[in-house]
Nanobody, 124 residues
Framework: QVQLVESGGGLVQAGDSLRLSCAASGRTFSRQAMGWFRQAPGKEREFVAVITGSGGKTYYRDSVKGRFTISRDNAKNTVYLQMNRLKSEDTAVYYC?????????????????WGKGTLVTVSS
């Protein structure tokens, strides 16, 4: 069983930056793809960014490319999401997820483990 705990959310103004962290338990972290997803009020959960187990490949949704950076520290069992130039439309609960399969999933479906989320609110 893997537990994921997100932190770093908060209230910021448009144009500001935030860094989210997700601490994972377990011994298989370096073999798991990690993802960040978000869910805005009244909307479905959506893919934000994914990183492979080694950290060698990253994937982003188009609207965050150039502004967000996903990274991981396998020695600390932690994945990060650096968010720059935040916009009001980035307001959402951000969730961390882990997947042990070899398939890179860019949708919320079939990820093995989820955190409880951290709220990011961007005021315009």
């Amino acid at each position: 069983q893997v537990q994921l705990v997100e932190s770093g959310g908060g209230l910021v103004q448009a144009g500001d930056s935030l860094r989210l962290s997700c601490a994972a338990s377990g011994r298989t972290f370096s073999r798991q793809a990690m993802g960040w997803f978000r869910q805005a009020p009244g909307k479905e959960r959506e893919f934000v960014a994914v990183i492979t187990g080694s950290g060698g490949k990253t994937y982003y949704r188009d609207s965050v490319k150039g502004r967000f950076t996903i990274s991981r520290d396998n020695a600390k069992n932690t994945v990060y999401l650096q968010m720059n130039r935040l916009k009001s439309e980035d307001t959402a609960v951000y969730y961390c997820a882990a997947d042990s399969s070899l398939v890179i999933r860019l949708t919320p479906d079939r990820w093995d483990y989820w955190g409880k989320g951290t709220l990011v609110t961007v005021s315009s």
